[in-house]
């Protein structure tokens, strides 16, 4: 499977608690995103990866919300002292990232429920 | 800020005819135009797209309409199959920010 791989597929945890999930782009694609969707909502922007420089994070969501790509292959997203209101589907996706396309490609993505 | 917009929750459509689907943004620096499609469980999936400096892309039996005027655009399936029941997003992207809408549920009747 050449696709958008994201790690886990559902988590589970307590409020307060840390968590982290990983998503490893299509190999050739040197741009990685972030997006938040809830229920009845569109993938809402949180921040973006070229190679491993992050270019934009001004749209994450709070300081408990960070992102980290260091080798510019895989990325992980990290949400400390969770919340209730963090419960949403975290979606991945990478792009090539030439010229003005940018057509990006999606994970499936990991719920994450905060109890 | 909601840049991009779906007004329409929901459509549904009769099998073999047409569905469009309607998207409207505010920001006039857009140029760039997507369509995806999501099944449950799975993430978006690219669909079609067009550029800023056409006002028609077709690929099959979708074709994608913008009005840069009107700042609207139509994502137009014809004929409408019980497979595209699903949901349908438009995104566009300025700089470094990237705008989804949110999202029109297609159903097909057979």
């Known amino acids: ?115 | 800020d909601q840049q991009v917009k779906q007004n329409s929750p929901s459509l549904s459509v009769q099998e073999g005819r047409i569905s469009i689907l309607n998207c409207d943004y505010t920001n006039s620096m857009f140029d760039y135009f997507l369509w995806y499609k999501k099944y449950p469980a799975e993430g978006p999936t690219f669909l079609i797209s067009i550029s800023s400096i056409k006002d028609k892309n077709e690929d099959g039996r979708f074709t994608v309409f913008l009005n840069k005027s009107a700042k609207h655009l139509s994502l137009h399936i014809v004929p409408s199959q019980p497979g595209d029941s699903a949901v349908y997003f438009c995104a566009s992207f300025t700089g470094n920010q990237f705008y989804f809408g949110t999202g029109t549920s297609l159903t097909v009747i057979p």
């Open chain 1, 1 to 115: 499977d050449t696709g958008v791989s994201q790690n886990p597929r559902h988590k589970i945890t307590k409020r307060g608690q840390n968590v982290t999930f990983r998503c490893d782009p299509i190999s050739e694609h040197n741009r990685l995103y972030w997006y938040r969707q809830t229920l009845g909502q569109g993938p809402e922007f949180l921040t973006y990866f070229q190679n491993e420089a992050q270019l934009e994070k001004s749209r994450l969501l709070s300081d408990r919300f960070s992102a980290e790509r260091p080798k510019g292959s895989f990325s992980t997203l990290e949400i400390q002292r969770t919340e209730q209101g963090d419960s949403a589907m975290y979606l991945c996706a990478s792009s090539l990232g030439v010229g003005g396309k940018n057509i990006q490609y999606f994970g499936a993505g990991t719920r994450l429920s905060v109890l």
